[in-house]
């Protein structure tokens, strides 16, 4: 009898000590992929994919799929070869993440050399090509679905995520899960089963005569049902975790980017971190960068505290509005982390620095 407890005990504690390594060894798995990836699969041409890191599964056009076709890390492929592409999961035996890498030219023109949309794809997720074969309107992948699994909670690091780049000097419209969207240049945007924050830039997206804005350091909290639709529940500031992950994939992303001939892009981190919706209260409370004392009168707009606010209305520029002010566009654009001058919607609220009586 007491052999059987001792087994048992045993065998309770090796389990235990195994899930133990494992929730430590996940973020280094998955930065070991990264970093991979960063390293075989740079540079990467306009409209291909790379297989960055095992273990990546696709979905071709051709029919059947050609021998050793995108089989193993480093390999590459044309996007319009590609119908779908899945990496997939993290492994525990291995410690193996799937990672995939595109360069989509979207609607960028070709007098704009090498730069494109950046994709990277990682963990247990699915990316439909929704442009038809052989069309001469779109590129491939310029309208697509992100459609992925469920994910593991237990390694917040290795969740299903699409990480989107945009060239820093142009407006990128594509669609995604279904939706009409425009990317301002330099937007770096992360999605998951659960979330989607804007790192940088914004985004505008249009359903009927409905247009929706997000802004840089946002963050909505969401679930993708199975046909693919993105639902809406909540609208937030960054939480500290997500800008971590957005630093980490920004770096992998510069990799290619540097690789490429074009520059490195940085995100900045709010004024303040929001709290994630249902995260256990075991996890250090999130420091802000910045504590300051609001008095009521003031209020807080893209990380800034505001003694003035402006809604933008129809027909409003950032000179009309600076001058109303008495203010510079470029104190704006700082106290806004404006990244296109020449993109701001109507009902987008500005926080005016040190206005003057308008």
Request: with cysteine; net charge negative; hydrophobic share 40%.
């Amino acid at each position: 009898m007491r052999k059987r407890i001792f087994l048992a005990l045993f065998f309770l504690t090796f389990t235990v000590a195994i899930i133990h390594a494992q929730a430590i060894e996940c973020p280094e798995a998955v930065e070991t992929a990264l970093t991979s990836v960063s390293e075989i699969c740079t540079p990467l041409n306009r409209n291909a994919a790379c297989y960055g890191a095992k273990t990546v599964e696709s979905v071709t056009f051709e029919n059947p799929r050609p021998a050793d076709f995108f089989a193993n890390p480093g390999d590459r492929s044309e996007l319009l070869q590609l119908r779908e592409i899945h990496p997939q999961p993290l492994n525990a035996t291995d410690n193996s993440f799937g990672v995939a890498l595109l360069n989509i030219q979207a609607n960028v023109p070709n007098t704009l050399p090498g730069q494109a949309v950046i994709f990277m794809l990682t963990g247990d997720a699915k990316l439909t090509n929704e442009v038809p074969e052989g069309s001469s309107d779109q590129a491939p992948f310029q309208s697509f679905y992100f459609l992925p699994r469920p994910g593991n909670r237990d390694c917040y690091e290795a969740e299903p995520t699409l990480t989107i780049q945009t060239p820093g000097n142009i407006t990128v419209n594509m669609m995604f899960n279904g939706v009409d969207t425009d990317f301002s240049p330099g937007t770096l945007l992360t999605i998951t089963p659960t979330v989607c924050t804007i790192h940088r830039g914004n985004i505008i997206q249009r359903v009927g005569d409905n247009t929706a804005s997000l802004l840089a350091n946002q963050t909505v909290d969401i679930h993708i049902e199975e046909n693919g639709t993105v639902v809406v529940d909540n609208l937030r500031g960054i939480s500290e975790r997500e800008y971590e992950r957005g630093l980490l994939l920004q770096t992998t992303v510069n990799q290619l980017a540097v690789a490429n001939g074009w520059g490195e892009q940085l995100i900045t981190p709010p004024r303040e971190y929001a709290e994630e919706p249902g995260l256990a209260t075991a996890e250090p409370e999130a420091t802000p960068i910045v504590e300051a004392t609001v008095s009521p009168d003031v209020t807080a707009v893209n990380g800034e505290t505001c003694q003035t606010i402006h809604t933008v209305l129809s027909g409003d520029t950032l000179k009309k509005i600076a001058d109303r002010y008495g203010v510079t566009v470029d104190a704006i654009v700082a106290a806004n982390q404006i990244t296109n001058r020449n993109l701001i919607v109507p009902g987008q609220l500005l926080c005016i620095p040190e206005a003057a009586s308008p």
